[in-house]
């Protein structure tokens, strides 16, 4: 009795931590998601006024729930922009699995993908991401589409 008690403790033990892990990760994942939402704040959105549109790339990301995230940037808008567009904007179903942090954005034809160290670097122009729309859609690394 007392080894069946010890063991339903230690399975008690071992669920709380699970759920302080659980919650540390949404945890983080939020603060992620702030910092994104000021980064796309601060960033070099194309700007909603005037013009014939001819400087800005519309941009459709796909999320691995079907979800959307769009935006309008300048062409010589940073790459990270996208992915500061799908940090703010993408909202897991509870339950479901966070979004990592070294996920990728993808292009279907021609086949291009893009990850945060090469972003870095990029504007979506050079980038090869300079059509009047882009759609990408996210890549997480040992998930299959």
Same mark, same amino acid.
Request: hydrophobic share 50%.
């Given at each position: 009795?007392? $080894?069946?008690?010890?063991?339903?403790?230690?399975?008690?033990?071992?669920?709380?931590?699970?759920?302080?892990?659980? $919650?540390?990760?949404?945890?983080?994942?939020?603060?992620?998601?702030?910092?994104?939402?000021?980064?796309?704040?601060?960033? %070099?959105?194309?700007?909603?006024?005037?013009? %014939?549109?001819?400087?800005?790339?519309?941009?459709?990301?796909?999320?691995?729930?079907?979800?959307?995230?769009?935006?309008?940037?300048?062409?010589? $808008?940073?790459?990270? =922009?996208?992915?500061?567009?799908?940090? $703010?904007?993408?909202?897991?179903?509870?339950?479901?699995?966070?979004?990592? !942090?070294?996920?990728? =954005?993808?292009? %279907?034809?021609?086949?291009?993908?893009?990850?945060?160290? !090469?972003?870095?670097?990029?504007?979506?122009? %050079?980038?090869?991401?300079?059509?009047? !729309?882009?759609?990408?859609?996210?890549?997480?690394?040992?998930? !299959?589409?």
């Amino acid at each position: 009795a007392a $080894a069946a008690a010890a063991a339903a403790a230690a399975e008690r033990e071992a669920e709380e931590r699970e759920k302080a892990a659980a $919650a540390a990760a949404r945890e983080e994942r939020e603060g992620r998601r702030r910092e994104a939402a000021a980064v796309l704040q601060s960033g %070099s959105l194309a700007s909603a006024s005037g013009g %014939s549109g001819g400087g800005e790339v519309k941009v459709v990301v796909r999320c691995p729930d079907g979800s959307r995230c769009s935006g309008t940037f300048a062409r010589t $808008a940073p790459l990270a =922009l996208l992915f500061a567009l799908v940090e $703010a904007e993408w909202v897991e179903a509870l339950g479901a699995p966070l979004l990592p !942090q070294e996920f990728r =954005l993808a292009a %279907s034809y021609p086949r291009r993908a893009f990850d945060r160290a !090469q972003a870095q670097a990029a504007t979506l122009e %050079s980038a090869g991401l300079g059509s009047a !729309q882009e759609a990408l859609f996210v890549e997480i690394p040992g998930v !299959q589409a």
